[in-house]
């Protein structure tokens, strides 16, 4: 438990990287004598950057030790925010900033160290929220995985949060000085703690695990829907938290960055009521029918925001509370609904699926910030409403029971079906056997191991043995 709460806390602070400049883009943009639309390019760089480290390198975490490659990362990651505290040239501060995204994938790799401990010699390790996906019972997958990505949004919103209170009443300079410290201190607390792990694979090289991403996506339609939907989510998520600084910090609002950062507040609804909702629908109904209630909240709550967003602030907090609710809503069932099509293949069908959310979060920064620019946040927001549309639309181009890319073959049973939950259940045995098997190999492998060892001994001592009776022999002739 208490390795847990080190990486929890780890994932946490490191996560928060990515979205530190969310509520000072304003106060960034005057620093370095840019545009907004300008400073926009620091979150756009940093999703990008994020993104290319989950395709390049989280691979070799299943091929290098563990410890050591982790270490290196956040020895890294850590070293490079100095630039960030120190830099006076806004390109410099972009490049950095992206080359510090691409290491901050870091807490990826964490995950692989929550672990199950069955006894004091028994330890088994895999990526968190495939794991969870895995060994959770089918009637509580939803809860489980709900549980986990609202800790993960705790460090959005610490993120922003303490980044709106820091830049307020000192310099913005001081919120990266602040990670500088964070990323140290996690390290030095990683190096005393993380115990070390072998590489997984030994038998599959870098290129192979690379090639096997894309093919997973074109055997498994269901995959590539629910990519396809996190993309659109994704990419309405960022676009609505950087304009929204934008719109705040001008007429008629004008607010500090403090208050800019406690909007980040209304990401507590979504970690207090999803895991409620996830426990009392999305486990006990079909994952189409969360899908669409999740996007249809994001709906609603980024159409009242985005047209009464320049006339009351009830419209963007509104706005806040019910799009952070129905996104995690839609991917929590997203996920569930993934973890079932694959289960040998969980990691990889968890990367993929990471791969387009953030790829969705680029261009989602990217594209409402450059819409902000041209026509503001009634243009921005209007793109929104169309990518969740679209969420929707290729949602019902597909329904929950057909095995083809498109059509309704099987239609729509509100409930989910007692043979759905048995193939889960199947699958989830057959991982729980594959894992006792491969325990068993261990153990029968260290067992004959000890056996060599001991032989080896006990031929060493007699033969010690013979060469004292032999010495003493020898003695008596003479």
């Known amino acids: 438990m208490p390795l847990n709460l080190l990486f929890g806390f780890a994932c946490t602070f490191t996560v928060a990287n990515l979205y530190y400049s969310h509520p000072i883009l304003d106060i960034l943009a005057s620093s ?12 756009t760089a940093a999703q990008g950057g994020y993104a290319a480290g989950l ?7 299943d091929l290098v030790k563990r410890r050591p490659f982790v270490l290196w990362l956040m020895a890294f990651t850590a070293t490079i ?4 505290c120190l830099t006076s040239k806004f390109e410099t501060f972009i490049a950095i900033n992206f080359i510090m995204s691409v290491t901050t994938v870091t807490p990826v790799r964490f995950h692989s160290f929550f672990h199950i401990q069955a006894d004091s010699d028994t330890k088994s390790e895999q990526i968190m929220l495939p794991l969870v996906g895995q060994l959770a019972a089918p009637n509580r997958r939803a809860t489980a995985l709900s549980i986990v990505v609202s800790g993960l949004l705790l460090g959005i919103l610490i993120a922003r949060l303490l980044s709106g209170i820091i830049a307020n009443y000192s310099s913005w300079r001081n919120v990266y000085w602040m990670s500088f410290a964070l990323q140290y201190a996690i390290l030095i ?5 993380m115990p070390d792990y072998p590489q997984t694979n030994k038998h599959i090289s870098y290129f192979r695990i690379l090639y096997s991403i894309p093919e997973l996506l074109l055997k498994n339609p269901i995959l590539v829907q629910a990519s396809l939907i996190g993309f659109l989510i994704s990419s309405t998520f960022t676009s609505f938290w950087t304009t929204l600084t934008f719109l705040l910090s001008a007429d008629p609002y004008n607010y500090s960055t403090v208050i800019i950062g406690l909007f980040a507040l209304a990401g507590m609804v979504p970690m207090l009521f999803g895991p409620f909702f996830a426990n009392k629908f999305t486990d006990r109904f079909q994952t189409h ?7 249809l909240v994001c709906l609603l709550g980024i159409a009242i925001g985005t047209y009464t967003g320049k006339l009351t602030i009830a419209g963007p907090i509104i706005q806040a509370v019910l799009f952070d609710f129905g996104q995690q809503i839609a991917q929590v069932a997203n996920r569930t609904a993934i973890y079932g099509v694959a289960p040998k293949a969980a990691n990889r069908v968890n990367t993929a699926y990471m791969l387009c959310a953030f790829c969705g979060q680029l261009m989602g920064t990217a594209v409402g910030n450059k819409l902000y620019a041209r026509g503001g946040w009634v243009l921005s927001g209007s793109a929104s409403v169309g990518f969740m549309g679209g969420a929707i639309l290729v949602l019902l181009m597909r329904g929950p029971r057909e095995t083809r890319w498109l059509g309704w073959r099987g239609g729509l049973h509100l409930r989910r079906a007692k043979q759905q939950e048995q193939s889960d259940n199947n699958s989830a045995s057959e991982l729980e056997k594959e894992s006792g098997e491969k325990d068993d190999q261990r153990d029968t492998h260290s067992n004959s ?30």
């Open 449 to 478: 191991q000890d056996q060599v060892f001991r032989n080896e001994e006990q031929g060493r001592q007699d033969g010690d043995k013979t060469g004292r009776t032999e010495g003493t022999f020898v003695s008596s002739q003479d």
């Open 81 to 84: 925010t100095l630039g960030l």
């Open 189 to 193: 607390l990683l190096w005393i703690w």
């Open 55 to 61: 395709l390049f390198i989280c691979p070799l975490g």
């Open 32 to 43: 370095f004598n840019v545009s907004q639309e300008r400073a926009s390019i620091i979150p």
């Open 289 to 295: 029918i969360s899908v669409l209630i999740g996007t």
